[in-house]
């Protein structure tokens, strides 16, 4: 218990950063204290999930930056592609001048070759590009569904806190209606997030339809 604690404090604390709203305070432990078991139990399946979403947005941060890599690589080819076309034609004007009409033809064809590489690697880092946008955007949402989670479970927490605070009749109980309003914006960001992950894997699907049609990966 203590340590699923300590992580939930945790991951608590990195979706503060990063959240696109602020959050509201904490829930004081010690106005748990008359949770029901069925309260108890909502609040540990809430933990469970956290912790397994946090790990899903480790791996949408890991693919972010295994993409970010990929675009990196992709430029690279590119250049050697066309350091390369620029060999080939300093060879193929060689041959000209030789006059060797065989070794000329032959040269052509490592030429075409070479610039339909070129086609194809930028075909290639163009996509590699819209994919990051769509990581990023994976990304995002991942974050937003765990302040979700977040935000319910101090929902539900500060329905508790309440009751245990209006029991003594405390003059300033939390004000639930925060809590509330917290988790209502996230949802709208949610689903305006989830829309946007729509529309960018659509793009994506078109990118690399384009790149499959320039024959990149074909032996």
Known sequence: ??????????????????GCVTMPNRIDP??????????????????????????ECDVAKKALETGESAIGVSKEQVKTYEQNGQL???????????????????????????????????????????????LVIEKDLRDLELANLLGKADLLKAKIAFDFQMKRHEKEPIKVETYQKYVDDLAKQLFNKQEEQKKAADKTARAKDALTKTGYGAQ
């Not at 218990?1 to 990063?18: D, E, L, N, S």
């Not at 010690?30 to 790990?55: G, P, S, V």
């Not at 034609?89 to 339909?116: F, H, T």
């Open 1 to 18: 218990m203590r340590k699923t604690a300590m992580m939930i404090a945790a991951i608590v604390t990195g979706a503060f950063i990063t």
């Open 30 to 55: 010690a106005f748990l204290a008359e949770a029901t078991a069925d309260q108890n139990a909502q609040i540990q399946q809430f933990n469970q999930d956290i912790i397994k979403k946090r790990d």
């Open 88 to 134: 080939l034609n300093s060879q193929m004007n060689l041959l000209n001048l030789q006059g060797s009409a065989d070794k000329v033809d032959a040269a052509a064809k490592g030429i075409d070759l070479n610039n339909r590489r070129i086609v194809q690697e930028k075909a290639n880092t163009d996509y590699l590009s819209i994919y990051r946008d769509q």
